[in-house]
C-alpha cells in the first residue's frame, strides 16, 4: 500500500530532499500524517438495547454507502454477513457473487474495503463461542464461516481480517480449560493464515460482554497468543479504547504497546465511561484529554504512513437519535478527532520536555490542561 505522508512546509529543503535519511525522532515534527477513516455498517445501528427494541428503521447498504462518504470516511470495515446477509443460507458461488457486487457499490461511492470480520457470535451454532465451543460441530463451522470471510475479503480488495472473539471465553469458569482453548483458537487461526498466505489477522481484545470471562481480554494476551500460531507476524491486533477502559487500561498506552509492537492494525476509537455495560460513545465524549493522547501517540508513531492502517471509529448513536440523526456520532467522532490532532500538533512539545527533564510534572499536567482548554 502507498505510503501516506505529507511533507510539511516547516521542513528544510535539505531534508526535504532525501526523506529516507530522517531519524524516527524527527518524523514528530516533519511530516504530517494523512489519516485514513472507516467505519462499518453496524455503527448505524437501530437503537435496540436488552430492555427496548428498536428506535430507528433499518437501513441498508445502499443507503448508508453514500452517507459514509459524504460523512468524510474514506473506508468500510464489514462483518462476513454485512456483504453478504443470511450468509449460512447461501452456496459459496452466491457469496462470492454478492461479495463482488458490494465491492462494485463500494468502487462507485469511491469507498474501499478495510477488513472483513467473521460474525461468530449470532448463530445457534456459535452459542457456546466457536473455535472453543465443547462442542466439535460448533467448532468446524465457525472455521468454516471463518475461511469463507477470507474468500470474501479477498472478493472486496482486503487482506485484513478482524477477529472480535465475543464468545470465546466462559460463563463460569469450570465449563472450559484454557489450556485446551488456546489449542483450538491456534488451530483455527493456523488454518485461516494457510487458507490464504497473504491475509493478517488483527484480533480485538475485549475483557467481557458477551461472556463473563473472555480467553483474550487484552492486546497483551492478544499479542503472546499470535506466538501459539503457525505465522506469529501475521497475528496482530485492533485496539479498541473502550475494551481498554473497561479492562482497567490506559488506551494511549495500549495503541503504544502495540505500535511497540508494529502490530497495531486498525483501531477502534470511541468513548467508555468506567466499568459499566459496553457503551460505545462518540470518541472524546467522556475523556477529552485520554482522546488527546490516543491522537497524539498515533500522530507521533505515523500510524497508517506505511501500512495505510485506518481510523476506525466503533461508536453508536444514542437510542434516543433518529434516523436523521443516525450517522452524527461518526462525524463528531472524526471532527473531534481532526480537532485534537491540531491540538498534538501545536503541543509546544520543547516546554513539556523541558518539564519533564526538571521532572516537573506538576507543571505539565497543567500546561496540558490549558492546551486542552485554550480556544
Ligand atoms: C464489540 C466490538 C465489535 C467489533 C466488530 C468487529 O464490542 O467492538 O463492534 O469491533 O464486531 O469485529
Ligand atoms: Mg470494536
Not at 249 to 261: G, H, K, N, S, T
Not at 308 to 314: E, H, R, S, T, Y
Not at 346 to 353: C, L, T, Y
Request: proline share 4%; with cysteine.
Amino acid at each position: 500500500m502507498s505510503c501516506i505522508i505529507e511533507w510539511d512546509e516547516t521542513l528544510s529543503l535539505t531534508k526535504r530532499r532525501d526523506p529516507s535519511s530522517l531519524a524516527f525522532s524527527f518524523t514528530q515534527t516533519c511530516m504530517k500524517i494523512k489519516f485514513r477513516f472507516s467505519i462499518g455498517p453496524w455503527n448505524i445501528s437501530e437503537g435496540r438495547d436488552p430492555y427496548g427494541p428498536e428506535t430507528r428503521p433499518v437501513r441498508d447498504l445502499a443507503w448508508k454507502l453514500p452517507l459514509f462518504k459524504k460523512g468524510g470516511f474514506d473506508a468500510v470495515m464489514f462483518h462476513d454477513d454485512d456483504v453478504v446477509p443470511e450468509i449460512d443460507s447461501k452456496s459459496a458461488a452466491r457469496v462470492l457473487e454478492e461479495a463482488a457486487q458490494v465491492r462494485r457499490q463500494l468502487e462507485d461511492e469511491g469507498l474501499f474495503a478495510e477488513m472483513v470480520a467473521p460474525r461468530l457470535w449470532f448463530s445457534e451454532r456459535t452459542i457456546d463461542g466457536g473455535f472453543t465451543s465443547n462442542r466439535a460441530q460448533d467448532r468446524e463451522y465457525a472455521i468454516e464461516r471463518s475461511l469463507r470471510t477470507i474468500d470474501i475479503a479477498n472478493t472486496l480488495g482486503t487482506k485484513l481480517i478482524v477477529l472480535w472473539l465475543a464468545r470465546e471465553g466462559t460463563y463460569l469458569r469450570e465449563s472450559k480449560s484454557c489450556v485446551r482453548s488456546m489449542e483450538l483458537l491456534a488451530q483455527a487461526v493456523n488454518k485461516m493464515l494457510d487458507h490464504d498466505p497473504e491475509i493478517r489477522i488483527a484480533i480485538e481484545p475485549k475483557p467481557n460482554e458477551p461472556v463473563d470471562v473472555a480467553y483474550l481480554p487484552t492486546l497483551g494476551h492478544a499479542l503472546a497468543f499470535a506466538h501459539l500460531t503457525r505465522d506469529p507476524a501475521r497475528v496482530g491486533a485492533v485496539v479498541e479504547s473502550a475494551h481498554c477502559v473497561l479492562a482497567g487500561l490506559d488506551p494511549a498506552d495500549e495503541l503504544e504497546f502495540a505500535l511497540a509492537q508494529k502490530k497495531l492494525w486498525s483501531v477502534h476509537l470511541n468513548d467508555q465511561n468506567g466499568l459499566k455495560f459496553d457503551q460505545d460513545k462518540p470518541f472524546g465524549s467522556v475523556s477529552l484529554r485520554s482522546a488527546f493522547n490516543q491522537v497524539r501517540v498515533l500522530d507521533q508513531h505515523a500510524y497508517g504512513a506505511k501500512d495505510g492502517a485506518c481510523i476506525a471509529f466503533d461508536a453508536h448513536s444514542f437510542r434516543t437519535s433518529s434516523i436523521n440523526h443516525a450517522l452524527d456520532h461518526a462525524t463528531n467522532s472524526r471532527k473531534t478527532f481532526l480537532r485534537l490532532l491540531e491540538k498534538v500538533r501545536s503541543f509546544d512539545e520543547a516546554g513539556a520536555a523541558a518539564l519533564i527533564a526538571d521532572r516537573d510534572y506538576q507543571a505539565l499536567d497543567q500546561m496540558v490542561l490549558n492546551h486542552l482548554l485554550a480556544s
